[in-house]
T-cell receptor, first 113, second 115 residues
Framework: EPEVTQTPSHQVTQMGQEVILRCVPISNHLYFYWYRQILGQKVEFLVS????????KSEIFDDQFSVERPDGSNFTLKIRSTKLEDSAMYFC???????????FGEGSWLTVV | AQSVTQLDSQVPVFEEAPVELRCNYS??????LFWYVQYPNQGLQLLLK??????LVESINGFEAEFNKSQTSFHLRKPSVHISDTAEYFCAVMAFSGGYNKLIFGAGTRLAVHP
């Protein structure tokens, strides 16, 4: 069964460093998302992406964050200058053309020290 | 705007006992409803979903949920739990927004099954 894949599974970075989290959505899906889950808290929407542009972003998704689909398969989340409070599990997700179910990857654990 | 309330942050239960995890939502438009499960140190897995049709939906591992529009609820139930059901369970709502949809999650319920 096709699945959303994410790399890396875990990354430790120093505060102020740039981080890029990578995702390969399911191949025929059209809508892409990033969600975040701080340890012990709820899963929060960050951003949605369709037709090579951001459809919607949350208050969390400030100027430090950016997303890109650099080629036909990858979907990346970049955090320009990481802060301690960026430590979280980041989930990539995608939706088929029907749009009625969102499929999540295994997540990328980001630890900022 | 949509919101989801999971009334119980933790539910301890003994193996083979029944369990109900409660979920209520609010929305001014029609919604789709989902339960996702997160096993320890793993990602989010879709457990079951309600899109339309029968209000009772089932998963392959014995869970079921019933959509109740009048009570705006989508409670998750299992008649007999196993140790392996220990996980975090998230209820989520999706409002169709004309072209793309995003999920709004509840805070989660930690189900702890004890022998």
């Amino acid at each position: 069964e096709p699945e959303v894949t994410q790399t890396p599974s875990h990354q430790v970075t120093q505060m102020g460093q740039e981080v890029i989290l990578r995702c390969v959505p399911i191949s025929n899906h059209l809508y892409f998302y990033w969600y975040r889950q701080i340890l012990g808290q709820k899963v929060e929407f960050l951003v949605s992406f369709y037709n090579n542009e951001i459809s919607e972003k949350s208050e969390i998704f400030d100027d430090q964050f950016s997303v890109e689909r650099p080629d036909g398969s990858n979907f990346t989340l970049k955090i320009r200058s990481t802060k301690l409070e960026d430590s979280a599990m980041y989930f990539c997700a995608s939706t088929p053309p029907s749009g009625n179910t969102i499929y999540f990857g295994e997540g990328s654990w980001l630890t900022v020290v | 705007a949509q919101s989801v309330t999971q009334l119980d942050s933790q539910v301890p239960v003994f193996e083979e006992a029944p369990v109900e995890l409660r979920c209520n939502y609010s929305s001014s438009v029609s919604v789709y409803l989902f339960w996702y499960v997160q096993y320890p140190n793993q990602g989010l897995q879709l457990l079951l979903k309600y899109l339309s049709g029968s209000t009772l939906v089932e998963s392959i591992n014995g869970f079921e949920a019933e959509f109740n529009k009048s009570q705006t609820s989508f409670h998750l139930r299992k008649p007999s739990v196993h140790i392996s059901d220990t996980a975090e369970y998230f209820c989520a709502v999706m409002a169709f927004s004309g072209g793309y949809n995003k999920l709004i999650f509840g805070a989660g319920t930690r189900l702890a099954v004890h022998p």
